[in-house]
């Protein structure tokens, strides 16, 4: 009993580590040019403010380890949304996850 008491507290922490360690900081010009292009060029399928996404994916829940696919995605495309590549450049796409990671309320 005691043991697996302490064997809970041990995974929460673990937890706790994992998503502190997850959480990159973004300055804010970076967030808010990235809401800027969202708003633009995003919102149409994605939702106002990353909600209501409908048939697109739901950006609030995209996984903030694989920022890699992330820009795989953005910039080449997947099914049907388009590619953005052509028209982003490297940093502006790492703008666009700034504003993805860093959410709606810090914008
Ligand atoms: C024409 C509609 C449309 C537009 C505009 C659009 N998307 Fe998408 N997006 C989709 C759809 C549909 C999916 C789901 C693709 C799938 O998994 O089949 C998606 C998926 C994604 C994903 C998840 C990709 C993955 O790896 O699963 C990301 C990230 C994303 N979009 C970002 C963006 C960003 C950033 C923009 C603006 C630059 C954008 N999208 C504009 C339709 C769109």
New binding site residues.
């Given amino acids: 009993m005691k043991l697996k008491f302490s064997l809970a507290i041990g995974c929460a922490v673990a937890m706790i580590g994992t998503s502190a360690a997850a959480q990159e900081e973004f300055a804010p010009e970076k967030i808010k040019q990235g809401a800027g292009?969202?708003s633009q060029?995003?919102?149409?399928?994605?939702g106002p403010r990353m909600a209501d996404p409908e048939?697109?994916?739901d950006?609030r829940t995209?996984p903030t380890d694989?920022k890699n696919?992330?820009l795989?995605?953005?910039t080449k495309g997947?099914?049907?949304?388009?590619p953005?590549g052509g028209?982003?450049s490297a940093d502006e796409?790492e703008s666009?996850?700034a504003y993805?990671m860093a959410g709606e309320k810090k914008r």
């Avoid at 060029?41 to 994605?46: M, N, S």
């Avoid at 997947?78 to 388009?82: A, D, E, H, T």
């Fill in positions: 292009m969202y060029h995003c919102a149409p399928c994605h048939g697109a994916f950006l995209f694989q696919r992330f795989n995605s953005v997947k099914n049907s949304m388009p953005w028209l982003f796409i666009l996850w993805v």
